[in-house]
């Protein structure tokens, strides 16, 4: 075989531990590791990448990827509602030696109060279906609760991505989440 | 050789001995694991720190400087302006600030301690310096000072100062870690009344507010495209009490549009408290009006 043929060799499985305290959530997150084409191994054996729910060992040296928590030393640093591709990209990447953080979730300082451009603003009936879209519902769910038909649905989903500028439902949420943060007022 | 001036040498000289003054008007406050964060000998028993990197308790240890680690009390804080206040125990040799004026483009030297006893410097420019703003908070910032340098967070809450040796104000991190100064007007300002009552005091209707578009349907009944909807309701407060729920949208405080987030907030400062005020709102398709009472905010 050619160096070059050599060279063109897919990157490997990579060995995958995934640590959840709540066993759905485990079994899911294997989910998503295992379809991505990586091989979910147990917390003893020899792993490439783990994956953490919130929290993690303490004295664990191999890269992690957390989902959440506060543990803000670690390579990987993904929010919580993180879809398949987010959590696929921030393994590679952290296997490789690189840093993954959203850009939404940098620390916060003493701001001046957010003011979002008018046409940006939000309605009412927008929030009620991104707090369903952070509730991971399916756009059939939103429907139902709402009242209000799959396209009507698929309208506000539109318009949300657009004055977000989210391109993904959990782009939206973590957008979302950090505007209300900023712009949240207490009188 | 020549006999000019080496001004180079003389600058840097000059950096030198203002690095070295300012020992005195800094002291660390301790944290946890050996960590510290910086704060400003406003007087001979005031230091005042950032607020928002201020643990949350009422006794620290200050080291001064010369290394002599003194004990000190919070005195009051607040976040609006993001401003600490703690009083020594032990008074130490105060310098005294001449406040400056910033301009945008002028040098300054940003202090902090060093945790043990000494100073440690940083120059750059002025970044920007504009008007007033309001914070998050919803508190009024004399000046916005955006200064060029990088900051550590132990130096955070230390003396700003510019050419001349003036104190433009205390540094703290703004979004994105970018650095700014709270400037000495606003904390002259501020401390006096923090000394006196330990908080600053604000008008309150214990809501939660969050800026949405009118929908469509309404906006010409509501005569304006936007209001602050009502995100949560604290319990018992001025607005509970005026029957306001989760899901309302204010439009308007005593005619003033909530249109503009900060104009609304300037209706709350302390001569608020105890004023009646009326309240617009949409609730379930209707605009209607309710009437309340402003309080005072609760100690945070």
Redesign the interface.
Known sequence: MSEAAIRLEPAPRLRVVVCAAESSRRSALGRVVAEAGHLVVDVQDAADVVLADGEVPRDESRPVVMLGGADRDRPGMLPRQADAGQIDAAIRAVAAGLIVRVPEATESGFGAMGETDAQALLTPRELDVLAALAEGMTNKAIARRLSISLHTVKFHLESLFRKLGARTRTEAVVKAAERRRRETINL | MTDQPDFLAQFSNALVARADAAKNAVVAIRLSHGRHITGMVWRSDIVVA?E?SLPQKDEFEVVAAGGAVLTAKLAGRDPST?IAMLRLATPLAAPSFVPGEARTGAVALVTGADGLGGASARLGLINLAGAE??????GLIDRRIVLDVDLAHREEGGPVFDASGACLGMS???????V?A?PTATLERIVPQLAKDGHIAR?????????????DALRETADQ??G??V?SVVEAGPAAQAGIVA?D?ILSVDGTST????R??RL?GPDSIGRKAEIRLIRSGQVIAVQTTIAERRAA
């Open positions: 950032s928002q993001n703003w309001h914070s998050m908070r919803g703290t991190f703004g979004p994105r870690g970018q700014i709270i008008g309150w209707l214990g809501v939660a507010l969050h800026a949405v578009a009118v929908p495209s936007s602050l909807m995100m899901g949208i249109h503009r987030m900060r609304i907030g709350f």
